[in-house]
């Protein structure tokens, strides 16, 4: 069992992996700055960790005081804290890099300074932009961003060079990294520092790329919210959830609790690993789902039937979906939860308060 930092443990994806992580018998310690466009009130955060008799730093992993105390007698640092979301315009880009490109930085020189080894690092799916695509003869195409004219003719798949619509498949480790926004180009920018941090100091590293996220505790209707929760906030309100495009939109639904475990196999993959090592997964559920079938499998449980709008936002991907076969040949991790259930029980599950 080894002594665990959780950067981040207060948010979504790091309290489930708090959670699971001290049933496993690790003993965890948790840094995050209770962000105040993501918690309430800090004060009963902090107490409801000590309640559980969780060791809590209330910092910023920029803040060298709180790092050093956070790290000190750690063996693995699982990096969970960053600022999430697409944004609401570019006014929010200096602060994505702050938080993401110049926090991961702090977070690696402190472990550099504290001869700790192991790291963890929380990516993304949108690293790879738009995702794997053939043309409808079969040849392999990175496509473009989508054009305005297109998508306001209500032809949303992206077109190939034949002027056919491209055919949507799994994107895996190998593909090039397309990030098409401020926050896309963060999480590659943390991954790379990962990398260059485990060559220059002989470290090891695991990159989890997460898929479309959904559980309890997810935030509730905030501009930086993912689609699960903004459909499950209109429920919440009685509302009909309003999909955009014509919701054929492919993605790969992974549960929080899923996300934790992939989290607990990679902590204990970088025992493992060779020094000066960098591996990135993918973590989804292996299933493709539409954001259509996903607003459909919310609504009904709550007798609504979700409004296609035909409405689009231009900085979206159309169809992302993975290929999770790398972390299950490596490390054994596979998806449990099924859409179904996981969705069904999402349908009421708790969301965090909007604090904005
Ligand atoms: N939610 C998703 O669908 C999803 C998908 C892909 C990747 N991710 C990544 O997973 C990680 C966790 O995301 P989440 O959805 O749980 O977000 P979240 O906002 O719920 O949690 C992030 C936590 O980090 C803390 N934090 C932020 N900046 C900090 C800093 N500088 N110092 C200390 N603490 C700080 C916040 O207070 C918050 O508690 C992030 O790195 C995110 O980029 C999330």
Request: hydrophobic share 40%; proline share 5%.
């Amino acid at each position: 069992m080894s002594r665990l930092l959780v950067t981040g443990g207060a948010g979504f994806i790091g309290s489930a992996i708090v959670r699971r992580a001290i049933a496993d018998g690790h003993e965890v310690r948790v840094l995050d700055s209770l962000r105040a466009d993501v918690h309430g009130d800090p004060q009963a955060v902090i107490a409801d960790h000590e309640a559980r008799g969780i060791a809590f730093v209330h910092g910023d992993v920029r803040e060298r005081v709180a790092l050093d105390a956070a790290l000190d007698g750690i063996d693995v640092v699982c990096h969970q804290a960053a600022k999430v979301g697409l944004g609401v315009d570019f006014q929010d880009a200096p602060d994505y890099v702050s938080s993401n490109d110049a926090g991961t930085a702090y977070v690696l020189a402190g472990m550099d300074r504290l001869g700790i080894g192991r790291l963890v690092v929380a990516s993304s799916m949108v690293v790879y932009g738009e995702g794997a695509y053939t043309t409808s003869t079969g040849e392999p195409v990175r496509p473009p961003a989508r054009r305005r004219e297109d998508l306001d003719a209500g032809r949303f798949d992206p077109i190939g060079p034949d002027g056919q619509p491209l055919v949507p498949g799994l994107i895996d480790e190998s593909a090039a990294l397309d990030p098409r926004n401020v926050y896309a180009q963060t999480k590659v920018a943390q991954e790379q520092l990962a990398s260059s941090w485990a060559r220059a100091t002989g470290g090891r590293a695991v990159a989890l790329r997460y898929h479309n996220v959904y559980g309890p505790g997810m935030p509730a209707n905030t501009p930086y919210a993912g689609v699960a929760s903004l459909f499950r906030s209109a429920i919440a309100r009685g509302e009909a959830p309003r999909v955009f495009e014509d919701g054929a939109q492919r993605r790969d639904f992974v549960h929080v609790d899923d996300v934790a475990g992939a989290n607990l196999a990679s902590i204990a993959a970088t025992d493992a690993l060779p020094d000066d090592s960098f591996r990135a997964y993918n973590v989804g559920s292996g299933t493709v789902h539409t954001i259509g079938d996903m607003a459909a499998a919310i609504a009904g449980t709550a007798g609504l039937e979700p409004v296609v709008t035909g409405e689009y936002r231009l900085g979206d991907v159309r169809h992302v979906t993975a290929s999770s076969a790398r972390i299950a040949d490596e490390l054994g991790w596979r998806a449990e939860v099924d859409f179904e259930r996981g969705m069904r029980e999402f349908a009421d599950a708790p969301l965090r308060a909007a604090v904005r």
